[in-house]
């Protein structure tokens, strides 16, 4: 086994023992869908850390994510957060950006966010609020009441992010959330991602653009397969000179010659 | 606020702004105001115009009298339809056949007058009514035909928009996001809840064209005494039909995945709703029939026959409690079915899901 190809959980141990609380784990998942697309995948998330979670289609990255946030239900294994296993009540608290965009066409762009807001149980003044923050964030200002059908997919992506962040999640799990979205809202999207990790929160997304995994992310996963075939900080998985993407085309070539 | 009447408000409040919902109950007001004022439009007159020539007006109430010159210009006025008939002499001058109400009420007069003329006084026989008059009973067939027409165009198009709601929700995949922060019973609860408010509110609007209309057609004075109770139950049975065939279309619509499906996965509800609606016509006619008071205890068919049964006649008092215990006990068994089914459905995007696989599923 090469350094880099490990269970990334044991990169958690140079923490304070204090955080641990606000980890977010999967343990030994796997999941079939006739075929086995989860070949028991462990993957650990620190407070405060972004974890980008890399690898070809089809390698189950959505399906672990789908798993995470409840939405299907692993055949073996585990979802952990601050060391109990993942509940409904837990999950309210986390922000979820699908891989397939769904939300209220006829809704109007503030009213949706809010309206989210509410129902992960922010008050109206807390979800206005918050709903304005992020509209004036996210660029969509001037859209605020007009309707999701009427705006650009790149905007309503927008929107679809401001509802994964309006009710400040403890968790962030986002589906590739950087897809569709111009380099000024990449930036955006980033420094806001990077903002929500500092106040301690974990940060998991999936992406294909391994550069700008590379920048923003502190450690990251590259699964293939449906295993974990390399993980660890930006930093170790490049110590031995390589960029992501060479460490990430070995990994998935690697697998498929087994 | 609670989850679910988060969802019951946002339900409220986007199909309340529709265009769809305005016209909507605009062409229900026009409809039901319209057949309100019908058969003040088509029936006979209350009063009529008649006319002589060379002889006086006879006693008849509610009559108004014109005097003609001659046969010539009454004959005028009469094709012109200005005037019903024209006395002339002996002659009763009338265009095509006498309307016989008016031939009778004519007779009588002219005879009351001879005999008046002679010497003698003779007194009227007073009818006294100890039923509904014909008039009533007319009267109560035509609201009774109102609450079919409602009842079934709202029992059909509120749960359809519950069902169009749960296959945008499954569609787009929003309910993977809800999901995250609502249970499944909040969603569905929250859904059938506002759109039912929807449908009270249309059926609310309804109610007042009626009442209006009656009032301002006179038709008012006709209605049965028991009115306010019938439009009560029409409101309890609409509540009732509805729970039942929104947890219905909600379980069929969490089938499907696109709107354009959403059609023909509603067919078995639409075909209940369709017999319930024959029967219901049928009751119309004949609302005592072994027919109509079978199926008025059976649900969900009761939902509709029955109200139009006490619309149209007056049924027993057990009859409605049988009915009414057996219909909520529906309404609840299919609640919790229908929640089962679209719990398990509404998140297996894709192709068609069938019931079987998703009844069996644990």
């Given at each position: 086994m090469s350094p880099e190809v490990a269970d990334i959980g044991v990169y958690c141990c140079h923490l304070p023992l204090g955080t641990l609380g606000g980890m977010l784990e999967t343990v030994e998942l796997r999941k079939s869908?006739?075929?086995?697309?989860?070949?028991g995948v462990s993957l650990a998330v620190r407070p405060g850390e972004v974890f980008g979670f890399v690898g070809a289609n089809g390698a189950g990255k959505t399906t672990t994510m789908r798993i995470v946030m409840g939405v299907l239900t692993p055949d073996g294994g585990e979802v952990r957060w601050q060391g109990e296993p993942l509940d409904f009540a837990a999950r309210r608290t986390f922000g979820y950006l699908p891989e397939e965009r769904g939300l209220y066409?006829?809704?109007r762009v503030a009213e949706q966010i809010t309206y989210f807001g509410r129902l992960h149980g922010l008050t109206p003044q807390a979800a206005a609020r918050a709903t304005g923050a992020l509209v004036e964030r996210l660029g969509l200002a001037e859209r605020a009441?007009?309707?999701?059908?009427?705006?650009s997919l790149g905007n309503q992506q927008r929107v679809q992010l401001a509802v994964a962040l309006v009710h400040d999640p403890a968790v962030l799990v986002l589906d590739?959330?950087?897809?569709?979205?111009?380099p000024l809202a990449v930036d955006a999207l980033g420094e806001v991602l990077r903002e929500r990790a500092r106040g301690g929160v974990p940060v998991i997304f999936s992406s294909h653009q391994l550069e700008l995994v590379e920048r923003l992310c502190d450690s990251v996963g590259i699964i293939a397969n449906g295993r974990i075939v390399a993980g660890g900080t930006v930093d170790e998985l490049r110590a031995g000179g390589r960029t992501l993407t060479e460490i990430f085309r070995q990994a998935a070539m690697g697998e498929a010659a087994k | 606020m609670n989850a679910l009447l988060l969802v019951a408000r946002r339900e409220i409040v986007a199909q309340v702004r529709t265009r769809a919902f305005a016209i909507g109950l605009a062409v229900m007001v026009l409809l039901v105001g319209g057949a309100t004022f019908a058969p003040k439009l088509f029936?006979?007159?209350?009063?009529y115009a008649l006319g002589t020539v060379g002889t006086s007006a006879l006693q008849i109430q509610d009559a108004k009298w014109t005097t003609y010159r001659d046969e010539a210009s009454a004959t005028k006025a009469l094709k012109d339809g200005d005037v019903d008939a024209v006395i002339a002499g002996k002659k009763v001058l009338s265009?095509?056949?006498?309307?016989p109400k008016l031939d009778a009420l004519l007779q009588s007069a002219n005879a009351q007058a001879q005999i008046k003329a002679a010497g003698l006084t003779i007194t009227p026989l007073n009818v006294v009514s100890v039923g509904p008059g014909a008039d009533a009973e007319h009267t109560r067939r035509g609201l009774a035909f109102i609450v079919v027409l409602v009842l079934f165009m709202l029992i059909i198009s509120t749960p359809m928009m519950v069902a169009m709601g749960v296959v945008e929700e499954k569609g787009s995949r929003i309910v993977e996001i809800l999901f995250t922060t609502v249970r499944p019973w909040q969603l569905l609860g929250g859904k059938i809840l506002g759109l039912g408010a929807v449908g009270l509110i249309n059926l609310a609007g309804v109610i007042a064209a009626g009442l209006v209309a009656a009032t301002a057609s006179g038709l008012a004075a006709d209605l049965p005494p028991g009115l306010a109770g019938i439009v009560a139950g029409v409101v309890v049975w609409f509540i009732l039909g509805y729970t039942f065939f929104a947890a219905l279309a909600a379980a069929l619509g969490s089938l499907?995945?696109?709107?354009?499906e959403v059609g023909n996965a509603l067919a078995p509800m639409t075909t209940l709703i369709v017999v319930a609606y024959g029967v219901a016509f049928y009751a119309l006619g004949d609302p005592g029939s072994t027919v109509a008071r079978v199926v008025s205890l059976l649900p969900p068919f009761s939902a509709i026959v029955m109200p139009v049964r006490t619309a149209a006649a007056d049924v027993a008092l057990w009859e409605v409690a049988v009915s009414g215990v057996l219909l909520l006990a529906a309404v609840a068994g299919i609640v919790l079915l229908g929640a089962r089914i679209y719990e398990r459905a509404v998140?297996?995007?894709?192709a068609r899901v069938r019931i079987g696989d998703v009844l069996k599923s644990s």
């Open positions: 869908f006739g075929r086995p697309v989860l070949d066409q006829k809704m009441n007009e309707t999701v059908q009427a705006l590739e959330p950087f897809s569709g979205l111009d | 029936g006979g007159p209350d009063s265009n095509g056949e006498l309307d499907v995945s696109r709107q354009e998140l297996r995007t894709g």
